[in-house]
């Protein structure tokens, strides 16, 4: 999932207002992992979810974040795109790998 600066602006909110939003995806049937991007000023943000027995503290360490097993965080001098691109890679070679 992401939230662009331009979603914040159309919505009228803030980016304390997605508190939790990222928890819902792991409610979708055969989402095991699942992260939120978020655009902000020269930066994103991105918070990274799992169910058992997945582990996303290790996807975000490689971002320079970190966190717990299953709810981890990072942030990124980059662009939304890229991030999105980086943690689809990393969480589909995860999943694939069975780490």
Request: net charge negative; glycine share 10%; hydrophobic share 40%.
């Amino acid at each position: 999932m992401r939230l662009t600066r331009d979603d914040y602006r159309a919505a009228g909110a803030l980016p304390e207002h997605n508190t939790g939003i990222v928890n819902y995806a792991l409610d979708l049937p055969g989402v095991e992992m699942a992260y939120l991007a978020e655009e902000r000023p020269g930066e994103c943000k991105a918070s990274l979810r799992a169910i058992a027995p997945w582990n996303v503290q290790k996807i975000a360490s490689r971002f320079g974040g970190g966190g717990h097993v299953q709810a981890s965080g990072l942030t990124y001098k980059g662009s939304l795109r890229e991030l999105e691109e980086k943690l689809d890679a990393a969480m589909t070679a995860a999943l694939s790998k069975d780490i």
